[in-house]
C-alpha cells in the first residue's frame, strides 16, 4: 500500500494507524516533507519505508521490491547465475552438472552477495553477516573465504566473471557474468 | 532599523526616565526644604517675637501682636523653670518645668504641641504652634560619612548610569533575540513550505521524463531530451533538498542524532551506496584508509553521509568521467580527517596554491559545498576546501570523547 502523508481530508499517519487494524500489509509512505521528525514518525509507526518526492519511477520500483522482497521473502530453493545454478535448499552450487556443497560460512556470504545482487555489499556488510558485527582484522579471513568462494563457483577462480571484488570497498555478483 | 539605533533609543527612552525620577525627587526634596526649619511662617519669626518682647522694669511688655497668628502661643520660661510671662498659653501647658522637660520639648514637642525656642538673658522663650500642625523630626548623619561623601557619590552616580545603560542593553537584546527567533521561524515556516510546493510537481515532472526517456516509439533524440529534463529535475530536487537543510541547520532548527562512528566502515558504505545508486558510473574511486583503525567519531550519520554524498557528487560533476575520485581518512590529534579529492569544484578558484586549504573562501560556494561546511560546523568540527585542480575537501571531526 502507499500512502502520502498529506491527504486532502487529514493525514496519512492517522489513516495508517486505522488501516493497520487488524491486517498486516506492507504499507509504503510518500510525502512531500522530508524533515527528519516526519520520517521517523513514519518509520516508527511502523511503516516499510519512506519516499520523499520528488522521485523516479525506477528508485520506487526499487524501493516496493526491496520491501515485498522482505515481507514475503520468497523461499526460493534455487537461484542461478549464468551457468551456475545455486540450490539454497541443499547449500550447493552446480557448476557444468558437477555440484560441490558449500559450508555454512560460504553459504551466508553467496546468499548476502545474491540478495544484493548487481550492487556493492562492503566488507564490513559482510563480516557483520559473518561474524555478527563489523569486525575489524576479520578482512583477511573474508578474503579465504571469497577465494574458496571463487573456486566454487568460478570457470577461472583468478579472473572471476560473477564475484567481482570492488577495489577498497566490498564485492559484487554481478548475474550475467562479467567478460 | 540597525540594532545600534535602537539601542540609541532605548538609552534615550531610560535616559529620559531618569531624568524625569531625578527631577521629580529634587522637586520634592525641594517643596519639603522650603517649608521645614527655614520655611517664612516658622522659623523666622520666633527671634523678632523674642526681640518683641521687653522688661521695663516692673513688668514685660509685648509690642508683636502682628508676628503671632491668633492660634499660637507663647510663654518666657525663667531660669528656675516657672512660667514668667505668657501670651495665650493653653491650659494644658504647665506652669513650671523641670529640666528633663524643657530638654523634651526644646528638641521635640510640649504636650504635643511643636513649638520653636529662644534662649535669651532671661530665660526660654518658647512659642508654640497647634497641636498636629507641623512634623518635626531630628535628622542626625554621622561626621565620618559626610567626609567620604564624595566617594560614595560618584559610587551611587556611577550605579545609576551603569542601570541606564545596562538596561536598555538588555532590554534591546532580548528584543533582538525574540525577533531573530521570529525571523528564524518565519523564514524556516517559507522554505518549508515552498519546498513542499516544489516537490510534489517535481515528481510529475521527473516521473513523466523518466518513462519518455525509456518509451520505445520516440525518436531517440527526443528520449534524450527526456534524459536530460529527468537529470535536471534531480538536480532542482538535490538543490531544493540541500537548501531545505542548510536553511534548518543556520537556524539550528536541525537536532543532531549523534552516534559513534567508525570512519572506515562509514565511508565504505557511503561510497558502495553512491555507486550502487548509479552514480558515479564510470569513475575510479581510490580508497586510502590507514592500515590501525581510526578512532570513532560521534556524527548524525544522516548529516555525514549527506555531507560526504555532496562531495561525492560535485567530484563526479566536475570530473571527467573515466576520472579518479581518492577519498580516505586519517587521524591527526583529537579529530579524524575525511578527505575527498577530484574533478573540480563547483566554482573553481583563481590561483589557488595547490595543497593550499581555505576554510572560508570561494572555493566553498555553491549550496552544496556551503551545506558541507555547515555539516563539519555542526558537529563542531571544520570543513577546507581547496578549489584545485584536482578538488579536495577536507572536513575534520572530532573524535568521539571517551
Same mark, same amino acid.
Given at each position: 500500500m502507499l500512502l502520502d502523508v498529506n491527504l486532502p481530508d487529514g493525514d496519512g499517519f492517522s489513516l495508517f494507524g486505522e488501516l493497520r487494524e487488524g491486517r498486516d500489509v506492507p504499507v509504503l509512505f510518500l510525502s512531500a516533507r522530508d524533515e527528519d521528525a516526519d520520517r521517523l514518525q513514519g518509520l516508527g509507526l511502523g511503516a516499510d519505508d519512506y519516499i520523499t518526492k520528488p522521485f523516479l519511477p525506477q528508485e520506487l520500483l526499487l524501493r516496493l521490491n526491496a520491501v515485498l522482497r522482505r515481507v514475503y521473502r520468497e523461499e526460493a530453493q534455487a537461484a542461478r547465475l549464468r551457468d551456475v545454478e545455486m540450490d539454497w535448499g541443499k547449500s550447493a552450487v552446480r557448476r557444468n552438472g558437477a555440484e560441490t556443497a558449500l559450508t555454512a560460512k560460504e553459504f551466508t556470504l553467496l546468499k548476502k552477495l545474491w540478495d544484493a545482487r548487481g550492487n556493492i555489499v562492503t566488507i564490513d556488510a559482510l563480516c557483520a553477516a559473518l561474524w555478527d558485527g563489523p569486525l575489524v582484522g576479520y578482512e583477511n579471513t573474508l578474503m579465504v573465504h571469497i577465494r574458496r568462494l571463487r573456486e566454487k563457483i568460478e570457470a577461472d577462480p583468478s579472473h572471476p566473471k560473477y564475484l567481482l571484488t570492488v577495489r577498497g570497498l566490498g564485492y559484487r555478483l554481478n548475474r550475467e557474468g562479467a567478460k | 532599523?540597525?540594532?545600534?539605533?535602537?539601542?540609541?533609543?532605548?538609552?534615550?527612552? $531610560?535616559?529620559?526616565?531618569?531624568?524625569?525620577?531625578?527631577?521629580?525627587?529634587?522637586?520634592?526634596?525641594?517643596?519639603?526644604?522650603?517649608?521645614?526649619?527655614?520655611?517664612?511662617?516658622?522659623?523666622?519669626?520666633?527671634?523678632?517675637?523674642?526681640?518683641?518682647? $521687653? =522688661?521695663?522694669?516692673?513688668?514685660?511688655?509685648?509690642?508683636?501682636?502682628?508676628?503671632?497668628?491668633?492660634?499660637?502661643?507663647?510663654?518666657?520660661?525663667?531660669?528656675?523653670?516657672?512660667?514668667? =510671662?505668657?501670651?495665650?498659653?493653653?491650659?494644658?501647658?504647665?506652669?513650671?518645668?523641670?529640666? $528633663?522637660?524643657?530638654?523634651?520639648?526644646?528638641?521635640?514637642?510640649?504636650?504635643?504641641?511643636?513649638?520653636? %525656642? &529662644?534662649?535669651?538673658?532671661?530665660?526660654?522663650?518658647?512659642?508654640?504652634? #497647634?497641636?498636629?500642625? *507641623?512634623?518635626?523630626?531630628?535628622?542626625? $548623619?554621622?561626621?565620618?560619612?559626610?567626609?567620604?561623601?564624595?566617594?560614595? %557619590?560618584?559610587?551611587?552616580?556611577? !550605579?545609576?548610569?551603569?542601570?541606564?545603560?545596562?538596561?536598555?542593553?538588555?532590554?534591546?537584546?532580548? =528584543?533582538?533575540?525574540?525577533?531573530?527567533?521570529?525571523?528564524?521561524?518565519?523564514?524556516?515556516? =517559507?522554505?518549508?513550505?515552498?519546498?513542499?510546493?516544489?516537490?510534489?510537481?517535481?515528481?510529475?515532472?521527473?516521473?513523466?521524463?523518466?518513462?519518455?526517456?525509456?518509451?520505445?516509439?520516440?525518436?531517440?533524440?527526443?528520449?534524450?531530451?527526456?534524459?536530460?529534463?529527468?537529470?535536471?529535475?534531480?538536480?532542482?530536487?538535490? !538543490?531544493?533538498?540541500?537548501?531545505?537543510?542548510?536553511?534548518?541547520?543556520? %537556524?539550528?532548527?536541525?537536532? @543532531?542524532?549523534?552516534?559513534?562512528?567508525? *570512519?572506515?566502515?562509514?565511508?565504505?558504505?557511503?561510497?558502495?551506496?553512491?555507486?550502487?545508486?548509479?552514480?558515479?558510473?564510470?569513475?575510479?574511486?581510490?580508497?586510502?584508509?590507514?592500515?590501525?583503525? @581510526?578512532? #570513532?567519531?560521534?556524527?548524525?550519520?544522516?548529516?555525514?553521509? &549527506?555531507? *560526504?554524498?555532496?562531495?561525492?557528487?560535485? %567530484?563526479?560533476?566536475?570530473?571527467?568521467?573515466?576520472?579518479?575520485? &581518492?577519498?580516505?581518512?586519517?587521524?591527526?590529534?583529537?579529530?579524524v580527517v575525511l578527505f575527498v579529492e577530484g574533478g573540480a569544484a563547483a566554482a573553481p578558484v583563481e590561483a589557488a596554491p595547490a595543497r593550499h586549504l581555505e576554510t572560508d573562501g570561494a572555493a566553498a560556494h555553491g549550496t552544496g559545498l556551503k551545506l558541507v561546511r555547515q555539516i563539519a560546523e555542526a558537529h563542531g568540527g571544520k570543513a577546507a576546501f581547496n578549489g584545485g585542480p584536482p578538488f579536495r575537501c577536507e572536513l575534520w571531526m572530532p573524535v568521539k570523547p571517551r
Amino acid at each position: 500500500m502507499l500512502l502520502d502523508v498529506n491527504l486532502p481530508d487529514g493525514d496519512g499517519f492517522s489513516l495508517f494507524g486505522e488501516l493497520r487494524e487488524g491486517r498486516d500489509v506492507p504499507v509504503l509512505f510518500l510525502s512531500a516533507r522530508d524533515e527528519d521528525a516526519d520520517r521517523l514518525q513514519g518509520l516508527g509507526l511502523g511503516a516499510d519505508d519512506y519516499i520523499t518526492k520528488p522521485f523516479l519511477p525506477q528508485e520506487l520500483l526499487l524501493r516496493l521490491n526491496a520491501v515485498l522482497r522482505r515481507v514475503y521473502r520468497e523461499e526460493a530453493q534455487a537461484a542461478r547465475l549464468r551457468d551456475v545454478e545455486m540450490d539454497w535448499g541443499k547449500s550447493a552450487v552446480r557448476r557444468n552438472g558437477a555440484e560441490t556443497a558449500l559450508t555454512a560460512k560460504e553459504f551466508t556470504l553467496l546468499k548476502k552477495l545474491w540478495d544484493a545482487r548487481g550492487n556493492i555489499v562492503t566488507i564490513d556488510a559482510l563480516c557483520a553477516a559473518l561474524w555478527d558485527g563489523p569486525l575489524v582484522g576479520y578482512e583477511n579471513t573474508l578474503m579465504v573465504h571469497i577465494r574458496r568462494l571463487r573456486e566454487k563457483i568460478e570457470a577461472d577462480p583468478s579472473h572471476p566473471k560473477y564475484l567481482l571484488t570492488v577495489r577498497g570497498l566490498g564485492y559484487r555478483l554481478n548475474r550475467e557474468g562479467a567478460k | 532599523m540597525s540594532l545600534r539605533s535602537i539601542f540609541k533609543g532605548a538609552l534615550l527612552v $531610560t535616559a529620559s526616565a531618569a531624568l524625569i525620577a531625578v527631577i521629580t525627587i529634587v522637586g520634592i526634596l525641594a517643596f519639603v526644604f522650603y517649608h521645614s526649619n527655614g520655611g517664612r511662617s516658622w522659623d523666622a519669626p520666633v527671634s523678632r517675637i523674642s526681640s518683641a518682647l $521687653t =522688661w521695663d522694669g516692673t513688668d514685660y511688655d509685648f509690642s508683636g501682636d502682628e508676628l503671632l497668628e491668633n492660634d499660637r502661643w507663647a510663654v518666657l520660661i525663667s531660669e528656675d523653670g516657672r512660667v514668667v =510671662w505668657s501670651l495665650r498659653k493653653p491650659a494644658d501647658v504647665p506652669e513650671q518645668y523641670t529640666l $528633663t522637660d524643657v530638654a523634651s520639648f526644646t528638641r521635640w514637642y510640649l504636650n504635643d504641641y511643636p513649638v520653636q %525656642c &529662644r534662649i535669651r538673658d532671661d530665660g526660654l522663650l518658647v512659642v508654640g504652634s #497647634p497641636k498636629g500642625s *507641623v512634623w518635626k523630626h531630628g535628622i542626625s $548623619t554621622p561626621a565620618q560619612l559626610l567626609h567620604a561623601a564624595p566617594l560614595w %557619590c560618584g559610587i551611587i552616580f556611577l !550605579l545609576a548610569l551603569g542601570c541606564v545603560l545596562l538596561l536598555p542593553y538588555f532590554a534591546v537584546r532580548r =528584543w533582538s533575540q525574540q525577533a531573530q527567533r521570529v525571523r528564524d521561524a518565519a523564514r524556516s515556516d =517559507w522554505i518549508n513550505g515552498v519546498s513542499h510546493d516544489i516537490r510534489t510537481p517535481l515528481s510529475m515532472v521527473m516521473g513523466y521524463a523518466a518513462q519518455m526517456e525509456e518509451a520505445e516509439d520516440l525518436l531517440p533524440e527526443r528520449r534524450k531530451q527526456a534524459g536530460i529534463i529527468r537529470s535536471q529535475s534531480q538536480e532542482i530536487r538535490n !538543490l531544493v533538498n540541500d537548501l531545505n537543510l542548510t536553511m534548518r541547520l543556520d %537556524c539550528a532548527m536541525q537536532a @543532531l542524532r549523534k552516534e559513534p562512528i567508525q *570512519v572506515e566502515v562509514f565511508l565504505r558504505q557511503t561510497v558502495a551506496d553512491f555507486l550502487n545508486g548509479g552514480m558515479g558510473e564510470g569513475f575510479d574511486f581510490e580508497m586510502d584508509l590507514p592500515a590501525e583503525p @581510526l578512532p #570513532p567519531i560521534e556524527a548524525d550519520p544522516f548529516l555525514l553521509r &549527506r555531507a *560526504v554524498n555532496n562531495l561525492l557528487t560535485n %567530484c563526479v560533476r566536475h570530473n571527467a568521467p573515466g576520472g579518479s575520485i &581518492r577519498l580516505g581518512a586519517r587521524a591527526e590529534g583529537k579529530s579524524v580527517v575525511l578527505f575527498v579529492e577530484g574533478g573540480a569544484a563547483a566554482a573553481p578558484v583563481e590561483a589557488a596554491p595547490a595543497r593550499h586549504l581555505e576554510t572560508d573562501g570561494a572555493a566553498a560556494h555553491g549550496t552544496g559545498l556551503k551545506l558541507v561546511r555547515q555539516i563539519a560546523e555542526a558537529h563542531g568540527g571544520k570543513a577546507a576546501f581547496n578549489g584545485g585542480p584536482p578538488f579536495r575537501c577536507e572536513l575534520w571531526m572530532p573524535v568521539k570523547p571517551r
